[in-house]
Structures are given as structure tokens and as C-alpha cells.
């Protein structure tokens, strides 16, 4: 009987290693200009994400729910006016409820009200209650949660403040039953100028571990770190390494460790990069991982959530690849790249989701329970038919960043290790390859399978002159023996 139980055992473990997970993509095609904001994923399985658009006088912010094949199976939605607006920033499930936290606004008789806004809704989209959150006798511009983290049955909101050209980090702590029980803001003593991006709370108090954006550069740096206490008193700060700039994501990993992803600067080339430090409290690097771009590119984290934990433990980091105007619509193509990264940061693959001749931008990414991974991003066509659209999607791959299983008039997005570009092509055409491997070859083979080209790849960005190729189409393969192995279609013009 033993024996029999551990057969059906082992032929379950396989059963689930090889089953094939769930992965689609899905974009609202509306006419819109989004701002996708937050990714939710439900109890049950569904997914949730929020969304927020302005049109003329009027504004809309969204939830939309999907199931797991990517199919829009319900939706809520604010209408705002020129007298109201709502931006929804954030969403939670907690005890069978939905919460949602965004930026309010309202003019009553020419007078400016800002607040902080939770909508608590049912788990099919109904609203059952509203509150709304400010500092009693203080005027200011406008007040934005950013993340908030729900721990012994109280909301945590770290939010900016903005009274004029003064912005600081402010923090609210909300009840389960929607009572303020705290707030505070932050008054620099140094001329600091902070932008709160992302935070976490240290497990044996309610000290905030914070990350934002200091427009004036007090301690030489764009990217400050910053532990606070509950009255927003500075406890400890120093700056982020290596030029960080926006944006910027925060991860606890243990009680003296975190992981930090923003974007590196340089200063020279006016080029950004892609970073992850892994930090003590005290600013020391302990790990780090930097995707360096060549030069006339850019890699850009995921705007509002760019990094999360795996189900297996290790990091998914999502970023954004050629992305030279961010929140807005540029002609040339972009890539959405996926680094699956060690809790030492080393690089377990890499890869590139794109579609043809458009602008995909990331905004968020979750893991996924099962394994997957979710991205929520905007799309436009490039070049723009419209400098105002740009729509809403969000997509799931499996664990190894792939879309499989879709239905070819669905499929919008390809995953690969490599690209190659441009195509159609001139006399010279770019390939990039995953930063895994080191080298690979380059075949480009005639419509009858004859290699009429090949050469050796020696840099993962590399470009190749094909002036001596007669116009036609080709079929390509850049492989090595590492594993990678990819293909495609080259038209030579």
C-alpha cells in the first residue's frame, strides 16, 4: 500500500511539472489615453487590475476584473467631472472585501477639497462603503496614496503631500472599519524635497522603511532612502547608490536586508538603465544587478510595481526596453523585458515581450501563485496614429516568462531571448540576446533553407552589416549551444 501511495504521489509531481499554466493577453481598446495602476489577484484566482483616463472634461478610473483565461468578466467604474475627480491607485482583498485607495478631488462653490479616498467594495464589484481622508485645518494642493500595506487589521498608507512647490511624504493609518486612527506628515529640517515612491514596515513597530525621489539632491542623490517613525521623524536615511533616479520599488527581504530596483542614470551619455541593490540598513550593497544599455537605448523599470517574489523564491524584475519618453507616446518600437533574478541577483533568464511596430510600456508586475507572472502595461501603435490613445492591457505568461496555448488571432505579444531589428531591414541589422549567454551564432538561410549568411556573435547587442544581400526574405536563427535558439522571418528591402 506504501509503495502504491508513493507511485500516485510521484505521477502527481509530474502531472504538475509539466502541466501547462494559464497565460494570455488582453487589451481594452477604447480610444483612450491610460494610467494603469495596480494588479490584484484574488482569492478565487481572478485578477483585478485598475486603471485611470481623462477625456475632455470628464475622467473615468476602472477595475476590471478577468478570469484566468484573460476574459473581462466584470468591471467598475467612477465617472468623474470638472467638479469631481477620482484616480484609483491601489487595490486589496482583505476578509472577502475589496479595497480601493486613490486621489480625490472636489470643488464645491470654487474651494479646492483634496483627500485621500477607500472604496470598500464587495467581491462582485458593488460599492458598500466610502470614506474619505485629510489633515483637519490644513489646506493643501492634492494628497496621493501610494502604497498601501493592510497588517493587524489596519491600513497602512504612505502618501505625498503637495502645499504649493512643498511636497513631502505624508502617512495615514486606517481601520478596518474605515477609521482614521493616525496621520502625519513629514517637515524637512534640511530643505529636502521627497517624493515617496514605496515603502515597508519593519516587523516589530509601525517605522516606516521608505524610498523617494529628492528633487533638491541634499545628500548628493536623486534616490533616498529613509526609515521613519509613525510621527514621519526621520530615524536613519541615506542616499541610493549609482545615480538612482525614477522610479523606484522597495522589497523586504529579511530584518536587516531589502531589495531596491529603480533606474540608473548616466549623467554622460544621458542613457538609463535597469537596477536591482540588494542593501543592508545602512546603504551597503550587498548584491546588485544592473542591465546596462548600449548606447541610443534606455531600459526603464515598471513605472509603479517593478519588481515581486516568485512563488519559488526567487525575484521577477519587469522593465521597460527603448522607452525614451515614459507616460507618454513616442514613434519608435519598445520591448517589455522580464529578468527572472536569484535572491543574489544573479540572472536566471532574461526575456524580451514586444508585438510589431508598437509602443508596449509597463507600468506593474505580480507573480502570480501558480507560478506565473502578471504584467499590466499601455499600448500604442508606433508611429502614433494619436498622441492622445494609448490603451490598457494586461497579460500572463507561464513561469519562464512565455505566452503559450493562445489563439493566433489573439496573440499580440511574443516572448524570445533574442531580437532582431529592424525589419524590414537595410543594410544593417541589430540582434540583441538574453545577457545569459555570452556568444551565439547568427544563420540567415533562403526561402529554400541555403545559408547565405553567418557570423559569430560576440557582444549581446551587436550590429551586422547585410549590404551584400540582395533584397528578398529570409528565415534567421540565433542559437548557441548554451540553449539558446531562436527564429524568425528578415525581409531585406
Not at 481594452?28 to 485578477?47: A, E, Q, T, V
Not at 473615468?60 to 468578466?73: H, P, R, V
Not at 536613519?236 to 522589497?251: K, V
Not at 515598471?302 to 519559488?312: C, E, P, Q, R
Amino acid at each position: 500500500m506504501k509503495k502504491l501511495t508513493i507511485s500516485i504521489f510521484t505521477v502527481m509531481l509530474l502531472t504538475l511539472a509539466t502541466f501547462s499554466q494559464q497565460t494570455f493577453y488582453t487589451q481594452i481598446k477604447d480610444n483612450n489615453f491610460h494610467k494603469p495602476w495596480d494588479i490584484l489577484i484574488k482569492s478565487d484566482g481572478n485578477m483585478l487590475f485598475c486603471s485611470y483616463y481623462e477625456k475632455n472634461n470628464d475622467s473615468k478610473s476602472s477595475i476590471y476584473e478577468l478570469d484566468d483565461t484573460g476574459e473581462i468578466i466584470n468591471e467598475w467604474t467612477f465617472t468623474g467631472t470638472n467638479l469631481e475627480r477620482f484616480e484609483c491607485t491601489q487595490l486589496l482583498e482583505v476578509n472577502n472585501h475589496l479595497y480601493l485607495f486613490g486621489e480625490g478631488q472636489r470643488t464645491t462653490q470654487g474651494n479646492l477639497d483634496v483627500f485621500i479616498s477607500m472604496r470598500k467594495l464587495d467581491m462582485q464589484l458593488n460599492v458598500v462603503e466610502n470614506h474619505e481622508y485629510k489633515f483637519d485645518g490644513l489646506s493643501c494642493d492634492r494628497l496621493i496614496p501610494g502604497k498601501v500595506i493592510y497588517r493587524d487589521t489596519t491600513f497602512h498608507v504612505l502618501s505625498q503631500i503637495t502645499i504649493g512647490q512643498w511636497e513631502s511624504p505624508s502617512y495615514f493609518k486606517i481601520g478596518l472599519s474605515g477609521v482614521k486612527h493616525h496621520s502625519a506628515y513629514h517637515i524637512s529640517s534640511i530643505g529636502q524635497v521627497l517624493f515617496p515612491f514605496d515603502f515597508y514596515l519593519s516587523p516589530e513597530s509601525d517605522n516606516l522603511f521608505t524610498v523617494s525621489f529628492d528633487w533638491m539632491q541634499t545628500l548628493n542623490a536623486f534616490g533616498v532612502f529613509t526609515e521613519f517613525d509613525p510621527q514621519l521623524t526621520i530615524v536613519s536615511q541615506f542616499p541610493i547608490p549609482e545615480e538612482s533616479i525614477l522610479s523606484y520599488n522597495l522589497l523586504r527581504q529579511s530584518d536587516t536586508s531589502m531589495y531596491l530596483a529603480s533606474n540608473k542614470f548616466d549623467a554622460t551619455n544621458l542613457e538609463f538603465s535597469s537596477m536591482v541593490n540588494r542593501l543592508d540598513r545602512n546603504g551597503n550593497v550587498l548584491n546588485q544587478f544592473i542591465f546596462e544599455c548600449n548606447e541610443d537605448s534606455a531600459s526603464r523599470i515598471a513605472h509603479f510595481n517593478s519588481l515581486d517574489t516568485l512563488a519559488d523564491g526567487n525575484l521577477i524584475l519587469c522593465t521597460t526596453h527603448n522607452l525614451d519618453l515614459p507616460l507618454n507616446v513616442q514613434n519608435e518600437p519598445t520591448k517589455i523585458m522580464l529578468f527572472k533574478l536569484s535572491p543574489t541577483l544573479d540572472l536566471i533568464w532574461q526575456k524580451y515581450l514586444f508585438g510589431e511596430k508598437g509602443m508596449y510600456e509597463a507600468y506593474g508586475v505580480k507573480a502570480h501563485p501558480d507560478g506565473g507572472i502578471v504584467v499590466l502595461g499601455a499600448y500604442s501603435p508606433t508611429p502614433p496614429t494619436n498622441p492622445d490613445i494609448k490603451e490598457v492591457f494586461i497579460m500572463k505568461t507561464d513561469s519562464d516568462g512565455l505566452l503559450t496555448g493562445i489563439e493566433n488571432e489573439k496573440q499580440k505579444i511574443t516572448s524570445t531571448e533574442a531580437i532582431l531589428y529592424p525589419n524590414p531591414a537595410g543594410e544593417q541589422i541589430t540582434v540583441d540576446f538574453s545577457r545569459l549567454y555570452t556568444s551565439a551564432t547568427l544563420q540567415l538561410m533562403d526561402i529554400s533553407g541555403k545559408t547565405v549568411f553567418r557570423t559569430q556573435l560576440t557582444s549581446n547587442r551587436q550590429t551586422i552589416d547585410i549590404s551584400a544581400l540582395p533584397a528578398g526574405t529570409y528565415l534567421y536563427r540565433i542559437s548557441n549551444q548554451k540553449g539558446l535558439d531562436e527564429t524568425g522571418k528578415l525581409v531585406v528591402e
